[in-house]
């Protein structure tokens, strides 16, 4: 997992080692997880990428403006 801030855009990628998503899933509108990640991200002026990995794995990566973001007061 690496967690970082450049030119004011948060960026998110998470990496495994598994047997790697397969891109016809990661298409598939149907696929409702990885469509909310889409369109969470979409709302925020950001966005969501799934990749399968050469070696095996699965590498997601989020970017989101953070002018987007909006504190939350409790």
């Known amino acids: 997992i690496k967690l970082g801030v450049r030119a004011a855009v948060a960026e998110l990628e998470v990496t495994d080692d598994g047997v790697g998503l397969d891109p016809a899933v ?7 997880g990885l469509a909310s990640m889409r ?36």
Do not use: C, H, K, Y
């Open 26 to 32: 990661a298409a598939d509108p149907v696929a409702l």
């Open 39 to 74: 369109e969470r991200a979409t709302m925020e002026g950001g966005e969501v990428t799934f990749e399968r990995q050469d070696r095996g794995g699965t590498r997601v990566r989020a970017r989101i403006p953070l002018g987007s973001f909006q504190e939350v007061v409790p």
